[in-house]
């Protein structure tokens, strides 16, 4: 089984010790994973905050120094970022665009992760979402919204990521009606084609996915702003001991068609491991 990555949340504001913490691991093992950026985030869990306690705190957390974390490609420079949005999140714009040329897959991950529903859509892990349960129009007017955000700071791309998870037949109507045609999510070892979108399915439990040799591909969903050091260091022996590949080999690899039933046995999947995860013991 090949093992790729998917980073959420990415976001200015968010932690950038842990970022490049888990950055200089994935590159050290030449990874390229997928990332979700958010592009109007609006959700105050993804924040760092910015004054120098916090980050000198944060820093000490991640084991980063802060004056690693001010030097390097991503750093503001004297100049204005003109044409890409304020000089306030220029440095993070730059460095999505730069990760981008580098060969990262940008998906775009909600328009605020803000949750307005306490809907689980299709595939319900969770019971809260930014799209699931929201009508038509309005799901394409924040899709919209959300890829126009992107495309000023110069991000195109045609890959969605839903927060939570949480999306449904709307969202999917949206998707193709703005011009997405891929999303990161479902259960499965291959990609496939369902509703006219190809799906990228996550791994539905890490530690069998770890030892499944047969063929396919997994995602395992990356939080780095939530890691801890034993985090860092189980992906540093991840990468190490196990066949991790960048998410580009995946997007090579011709999708199947869904059978009849995909929707039904990920609806009930995703619903057991909720009820497992949320189970009060």
Same mark, same amino acid.
């Given at each position: 089984? @090949?093992?790729?990555?998917?980073?959420?949340?990415?976001?200015?504001?968010?932690?950038?010790?842990?970022?490049?913490?888990? @950055?200089?691991?994935?590159?050290?093992?030449?990874?390229?994973?997928?990332?979700?950026?958010?592009?109007?985030?609006?959700?105050?869990?993804?924040?760092?905050?910015?004054?120098?306690?916090?980050?000198?705190?944060?820093?000490?957390?991640?084991?980063?120094?802060?004056?690693?974390?001010?030097?390097? &490609?991503?750093?503001?420079?004297?100049?204005?970022?003109?044409?890409?949005?304020?000089?306030?999140?220029?440095?993070?714009?730059?460095?999505?665009?730069?990760?981008?040329?580098?060969?990262?897959?940008?998906?775009?991950?909600?328009?605020?992760?803000?949750?307005?529903?306490?809907?689980?859509?299709? *595939?319900?892990?969770?019971?809260?979402?930014?799209?699931?349960?929201?009508?038509?129009?309005?799901?394409?007017?924040?899709?919209?919204?959300?890829?126009?955000?992107?495309?000023?700071?110069?991000?195109?791309? +045609?890959?969605?990521?839903? &927060?939570?998870?949480?999306? +449904? @037949?709307?969202?999917?109507?949206?998707? *193709?009606?703005?011009?997405?045609?891929?999303?990161? +999510?479902?259960?499965?070892?291959?990609? #496939?084609?369902?509703?006219?979108?190809?799906? #990228?399915?996550?791994?539905?439990?890490?530690?069998?996915?770890?030892?499944?040799?047969?063929?396919?591909?997994?995602?395992?969903?990356?939080?780095?702003?939530?890691?801890?050091? +034993?985090?860092?260091? #189980?992906?540093?022996?991840?990468?190490?001991?196990?066949?991790?590949?960048?998410?580009?080999?995946?997007?090579?690899?011709?999708?199947?068609?869904?059978?009849?039933?995909?929707?039904? @046995?990920? #609806?009930?999947?995703?619903?057991?491991?909720?009820?497992?995860?949320?189970?009060?013991?």
């Amino acid at each position: 089984m @090949k093992i790729v990555i998917r980073m959420d949340d990415i976001a200015p504001g968010m932690d950038m010790g842990k970022f490049r913490r888990f @950055k200089r691991i994935l590159d050290e093992h030449g990874i390229k994973p997928l990332i979700g950026v958010v592009p109007d985030n609006e959700d105050p869990k993804l924040m760092a905050g910015d004054d120098d306690d916090v980050r000198i705190a944060q820093a000490a957390e991640s084991g980063v120094k802060v004056s690693d974390r001010e030097e390097g &490609p991503f750093d503001i420079e004297d100049n204005k970022d003109e044409g890409f949005g304020s000089e306030k999140d220029a440095e993070f714009w730059r460095m999505v665009r730069s990760l981008q040329t580098e060969g990262w897959i940008i998906a775009m991950h909600g328009l605020h992760h803000k949750y307005t529903t306490k809907k689980g859509g299709l *595939l319900p892990l969770n019971k809260q979402s930014e799209f699931a349960g929201i009508d038509l129009e309005e799901q394409i007017k924040m899709l919209r919204q959300g890829k126009k955000i992107l495309e000023s700071h110069g991000i195109a791309t +045609d890959f969605f990521m839903a &927060p939570s998870h949480s999306y +449904d @037949k709307n969202t999917i109507r949206a998707l *193709l009606e703005t011009g997405f045609r891929r999303i990161t +999510d479902g259960f499965g070892t291959k990609a #496939y084609r369902r509703f006219d979108i190809t799906f #990228y399915p996550i791994s539905y439990n890490k530690k069998s996915a770890v030892k499944n040799n047969s063929e396919g591909f997994t995602t395992f969903v990356v939080h780095t702003g939530t890691m801890t050091g +034993d985090d860092f260091a #189980y992906y540093e022996k991840l990468f190490s001991e196990k066949n991790v590949v960048s998410f580009n080999e995946w997007l090579s690899v011709e999708p199947v068609e869904a059978s009849d039933f995909q929707g039904i @046995k990920e #609806y009930i999947m995703a619903r057991v491991k909720y009820i497992l995860v949320h189970k009060k013991f």
